[in-house]
């Protein structure tokens, strides 16, 4: 399974878009590129993923690079809820297992 | 409401006890996963299970052992606690192994070994 390195923190004004990086520069072609977070003491929660192409959805839009090495997560406005860390995982053949890495821990400060 | 559920939320046992974490997942899901998040946060994939098979077994103690009596429900049980077992558990569940099925996330159940 091909491994991601994240930043290990951000900071992010209220309201402002935040930009979270991925790479993943061993990323094979059929494996799609999955964004995860953790709110404090929850369970992580799906946010977005992809294949090839930039994907959007009520939460946030994903931007993968044409070489697919690696992707920018966006959160367009975001919130104090929005802190949380987000985790960027390549996953892996049939079997469904995701490989969570240290993830970047976001904080949004008003 | 739908969701994956597990109880109990908290667990403080002692050590060499033997003790249950129950898992219910009402989403219609084949697969269902234990994953354990250790106290530095990484989250590690335990077992993983498919209409009640076990797909994935990584390196987990024996003492570990997952048992599932039909497809909503996978139940962890574990034997002889040690202090290193402390972590919390989350079960998942997803609508089938393949790529394009996100994983729902239950959350978790705190386990405290003394």
């Known amino acids: 399974d091909a491994k991601t390195t994240q930043p290990p923190s951000m900071d992010c004004a209220e309201g402002r878009a935040a930009n979270l990086p991925c790479n993943h520069s061993t990323i094979s072609g059929n494996e799609y590129v999955y964004w995860y977070r953790q709110i404090h003491s929850q369970g992580p929660q799906y946010i977005i993923h992809g294949l090839k192409n930039n994907e959007t959805n009520e939460m946030a839009s994903l931007i993968i690079t044409e070489d697919r090495k690696s992707s920018t997560l966006i959160l367009p406005h975001a919130t104090l809820r929005d802190t949380a860390v987000y985790y960027c995982i390549v996953r892996g053949p049939w079997g469904g297992k995701l490989i969570f890495g240290q993830g970047t821990e976001l904080s949004v400060k008003p | ?114």
Not at chain 2, 39 to 57: A, D, Q, R, T
Not at chain 2, 70 to 98: M, Q, R, T, W
């Open chain 2, 1 to 114: 409401d739908t969701a994956v559920s597990q109880t109990p939320k908290y667990l403080v046992t002692q050590m060499g006890n033997d003790k249950s974490i129950k898992c219910e997942q009402n989403l219609g899901h084949d697969t269902m996963y234990w994953y354990k998040q250790d106290s530095k946060k990484f989250l590690k994939i335990m077992f993983s299970y498919n209409n009640k098979e076990l797909i994935i077994n990584e390196t987990v103690p024996n003492r570990f052992s997952p048992k599932s009596p039909d497809k909503a429900h996978l139940n962890l049980h574990i034997n002889s606690l040690e202090l290193g077992d402390s972590a919390v558990y989350f079960c998942a569940s997803n609508p089938s192994g393949g790529f394009n099925s996100p994983l729902h996330f239950g959350n978790g159940t705190r386990l405290t070994v003394t």
